[in-house]
């Protein structure tokens, strides 16, 4: 029987999963894979349907979902792993350099849940591993970040911000305004358009309602 998250997210996601993975494709080469070296342990924290973890190229890569659906897109060298955020480094023996989380955060039920996130990513990182997220910001977006079901947290840049601090992180780079809110705005979802939006950092002034945080160990 199908379950309620599994259900949420064919409905909402898998008849544009061909346009979303070809934007995938284009962020990770023109944009994410600059601070993931070939070399690299990465893990996607909240991987969904895995279009960022099959496009980033690294040396071992796994893919964190409570979702068990996750395994069926999933590449070959990928290692699935199903568990929630605050339990998935018992899985998971090695450390890694890289933790990425795109718009999962804002699912997590309470405060007290997204910590105990945290702090699982913290201690799956090497020290000097970085903490890639890619965040929708409820000051850039406004009402419209509840129109999603399952959104529960209110968060912005700077509240994500402090919660990594009080945990031992340091900010690397911040942009407050970078990439649309979602794949479902009347934007143009071509590559050419993706290609064009990302060499133009006015652009993210202009339509940025998601936030990019990367933070280390």
Known sequence: MESPVTRLYRLRFEKELK???KIWQIL???????????????CDLGAGFCEFINNIKAK???????????????HKNIKVIISSSTQFTRKIKERVDIVFASNFFE??????????????????LKKGGKLIILMPNIRHVGPA?????????PLT???M?????????????????????????????STIFVKLYLKF??????????????AQK
Do not use: M
């Not at 950092?201 to 990367?214: M, T, V």
């Open 201 to 214: 950092p006015l652009l993210y002034f202009i339509f940025g309602k998601q936030s990019l945080i990367i």
């Open 107 to 124: 699912h997590l039920s309470t405060k007290d849940e997204l910590t105990l996130t945290v702090s699982e990513i913290k201690k799956i």
């Open 161 to 189: 911000i402090e919660l990594l601090q009080l945990n031992g992180f340091k900010l690397n780079e911040l942009k407050s305004k970078f990439l649309p809110y979602s794949t479902k705005s009347r934007l143009p979802k």
């Open 60 to 74: 071992k890569k796994f893919a964190v979902d409570v979702n068990p659906k996750t395994k069926k897109y999933a």
């Open 157 to 159: 840049d700077r509240s």
């Open 145 to 153: 970040y509840w129109d999603f079901i399952d959104h529960q947290l």
């Open 19 to 21: 346009t979303r993975n």
């Open 28 to 42: 990770c080469q023109d944009f994410f894979q600059k601070y993931v070296k070939p070399s690299d342990y990465i």
